[in-house]
């Protein structure tokens, strides 16, 4: 059971994350799913993850990916989560398991560029390309300590390659929105009856220097939950 680790880990009469299903299927031809959820917990962090073999294989970055090539961000191998997880952005009741606020901060597809994942995750040189809406192009994740699999945890650097989308940009500060709903954390805090002030600490102190467009109107952001709610 893939999912072990993370069900043990979370209560699901409290807190609203899915489960996940029992069927885990391994990966075929389908694209493959992507997402960093931003995640105001104890501490800051972005949850970087990859679907494979019907699972989100996850990892928790805490200063968030760079796209400087030259900058290598630490990335804690965590317990698997289920593909479902991946939709999930809200509030995590405080004193539960990750309790605090989480946002969908990048999501699109990714593809592997080596022959062999299972192969890459075990020898601990994982490249890939990323089709997201903010992060794109090739990087790579490297373990440094440990060893993976077995929800054991074990440490990573994620680093991206030189090629066109490589840049200088800080790009956790300039575009600190969900990429699904154009939430800010404290934006997610305040409709999902989360801690505001914790959220907004995870929020840039300078917005003004942010891009990525306004909070959405309350008529739009009602539709937006709920159609991430009947999902
Ligand atoms: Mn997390």
Request: aromatic share 8%; glycine share 10%; hydrophobic share 35%.
């Amino acid at each position: 059971m893939k999912l072990k680790d993370y069900r043990k880990k979370r209560d699901f009469e409290i807190t609203a994350e899915p489960q996940g299903g029992c069927e885990v299927q391994p990966s075929s031809g389908k694209p493959l799913a992507y997402v960093i959820q931003k995640h105001q917990a104890s501490h800051l962090h972005y949850d970087f993850r990859l679907e494979w073999d019907g699972v989100l294989l996850s990892w928790a970055v805490p200063k968030g990916p760079s796209l400087d090539p030259a900058v290598k961000r630490l990335a804690m191998q965590v317990e698997d989560h289920p593909v479902e997880y991946g939709d999930f952005e809200g509030a995590i009741p405080e004193g539960e398991y990750g309790g605090g606020t989480v946002m969908v901060w990048d999501r699109g597809t990714w593809t592997r560029e080596v022959a062999d994942v299972k192969a890459a995750l075990e020898k601990g040189d994982l490249k890939f390309t990323l089709y997201g809406a903010k992060l794109k192009g090739s990087w790579v994740l490297v373990r440094t300590r440990g060893f993976g699999g077995g929800g054991q945890r074990s440490s990573w650097l994620l680093i991206k390659h030189r090629d066109r989308f490589a840049s200088i940009k800080d790009i956790t500060l300039e575009e600190p929105r969900s990429a699904l709903t154009g939430r800010l954390l404290a934006d997610i805090a305040r409709d999902e009856e989360g801690n505001v002030e914790k959220a907004a600490a995870g929020d840039p102190p300078d917005l003004k220097k942010a891009k990525g467009g306004m909070r959405p109107s309350r008529p739009a952001r009602r539709s937006l939950q709920k159609r991430i709610r009947s999902k």
